[in-house]
């Protein structure tokens, strides 16, 4: 499992605050995409509102975003599905979690992404309707002191650390996102290169492996964090993100991050479905 930074070794509990947002776009009949917001303890999963605050004293968090794919409405389906596959697996991440086992994480996850990729195998083989039906997975775990994630397909996390800069920490699953990462194209060939989005890792869509990124950050209060479907990619550079987040105009301040992004990404182009969650570690309340 990659890890990025380190936090520090005792500090009062963070406060997170999140905000999720999807939208159609202009173009598209139906919404595959998919996101979803739940905290977890040693009792309960319990869903979360599109915009919240809290501590967390005695809970997890989790956060994810899924784009589906296949014919009709089973890409709609698929992300959905893939969603609501996570909480069967919380309880047992929480008391990984409690006991300081971050070393389970990486099982737990690789067990998580397996479950949903078997899941929409059967169901694709099946059922006609849903043939080669997929999806991508982009999902945030977030203990007192870490950010653990798991990872497969187009979809995106991106970390902006409190003093600036943003940085994608997923793979994109393709051979342009291996291209990119290799350094022999820059994001704006990425984003024009006529095969940007030919997936070679997706949540069943007919794969007979899934070989998921996982991976974990320590954060500290300041840092955030970005969850969004390719759409969103589509209608915003790397830099207007963080730009959208970190110093954005006076027309759109009042609004929510996830829903700025969301919206100007739609605003830019709206050829697909734009899905975005923010989270934002504050510092303690005192």
Not at 112 to 137: R, V
Request: aromatic share 8%.
């Amino acid at each position: 499992m990659a890890t990025l930074s380190a936090p520090s070794n005792s500090r009062p509990d963070p406060i997170i605050h999140w905000s999720g947002m999807t939208h159609i776009g202009r173009v598209r009949t139906n919404n595959e995409d998919s996101f979803l917001g739940v905290t977890v303890n040693g009792h309960e999963v319990r869903y979360l509102g599109k915009i919240g605050e809290s501590s967390m004293a005695a809970s997890d968090f989790v956060f994810a975003v899924s784009d589906g794919m296949g014919g009709a409405k089973s890409g709609e389906f698929a992300s959905r599905i893939a969603l609501d596959k996570i909480t069967k697996l919380l309880p047992k991440g929480f008391r990984l979690s409690a006991q300081g086992m971050a070393s389970g994480f990486s099982d737990l996850l690789s067990e998580l992404f397996d479950s949903i990729h078997n899941e929409l195998l059967k169901l694709g083989y099946s059922y006609e309707e849903c043939a080669g039906m997929g999806a991508t997975l982009s999902l945030c775990w977030f203990t007192p002191e870490w950010m653990y994630f798991g990872h497969i397909g187009d979809s995106r996390i991106y970390y902006l650390p409190k003093d600036g800069g943003i940085s994608q920490i997923t793979h994109d699953h393709s051979h342009v996102g291996f291209l990119r990462r290799s350094g022999q194209i820059n994001e704006r060939e990425a984003r024009t290169h006529p095969r940007r989005n030919a997936l070679n890792q997706a949540l069943g869509a007919g794969h007979q492996f899934v070989d998921p990124h996982l991976g974990a950050v320590g954060y500290r209060p300041g840092d955030r964090f970005v969850i969004c479907s390719d759409g969103l990619i589509d209608g915003l550079w790397d830099r207007h993100i963080e730009e959208l987040i970190r110093i954005p105009d006076a027309a759109s301040a009042s609004q929510d991050d996830a829903r700025r992004l969301v919206e100007r990404a739609v605003e830019n182009s709206g050829r697909d479905n734009a899905t975005a969650v923010v989270i934002d570690i504050r510092g303690p309340t005192l």
